[in-house]
């Protein structure tokens, strides 16, 4: 787990763009800090926040406590622990960092950002799972990187039967993670020989009635 940082700053935005009504139910997976938990919750919404990282899990249930927001937080991996819910609001910051070494799974801090080869670790598995979790009308937003394939997240998505649409975009200079396997990335062809930043991108998918 780590602050949050320009990600999170990002798809916040969305959600205050998307304006939950007071009473909707809003899942924040991989809540991390909690902070876009307590965002939503703060507007009135009924929040479960879920996280793999039980470190984050109760950083995330001592931020709703110093807060005073009501906020129910789970441990697990993430929609197994409310596969028997649906949402209004479905918020998604998960790992997206193409990683070079994916011969075993991520360890310790780096759970919060590696996510194998293609950085489509948790994405595609979020495209698959998200949908069946949404109500009629209900919305994912999710946040990640243009070096981890937005077209493949939206191919997905509608797929699936939702109208989605990039809703965001936002150049950010590269962070320390991606600055250390920068020659990897540049190898890969995902950053061009004079990339210094990096494209974030926040999707907007919609179950239709």
């Keep these: 787990m780590y602050a949050p940082q320009d990600d999170t700053e990002l ?3 969305a959600l205050r763009e998307e304006a ?3 009473g909707a139910r809003v899942l924040d997976v991989g809540t991390g ?4 938990a307590l965002e939503a919750a703060r507007r009135g919404a009924e929040v479960t926040a879920v996280d793999v990282s039980r470190r984050a899990v109760w950083t995330a249930r001592l931020n709703a406590w110093l807060s005073r927001v009501p906020v129910r937080i789970r441990h697990g991996n993430l929609f197994a622990p409310v596969r028997d819910r649906t949402y209004d609001l479905i918020l ?3 790992p997206y960092v193409p990683a070079p070494d994916t011969r075993r799974a991520p360890r310790g801090r780096s759970r919060a950002w590696d996510a194998g080869d293609d950085g489509r670790l948790l994405l595609d598995r979020i495209c698959r799972d998200a949908p069946a979790l949404l109500r009629p009308e209900g919305v994912l937003l999710i946040v ?5 394939d937005p077209d493949r997240t939206l191919e997905l998505l509608r797929e699936a039967g939702l109208k989605a649409a990039t809703v965001r975009r936002r150049w950010i200079a590269l962070g320390p993670v991606l600055r250390s396997r920068e020659d990897w990335l540049r190898r890969r062809g995902l950053l061009a020989p004079a990339d210094d930043r990096e494209e974030l991108v926040v999707i907007r998918a919609e179950r239709p009635r």
């Design 20 to 22: 939950p009504a007071p």
């Design 11 to 13: 798809l916040t935005e």
């Design 92 to 94: 998604a910051n998960p």
């Design 33 to 36: 800090s909690g902070a876009l």
């Design 144 to 148: 990640h990187s243009a070096l981890s």
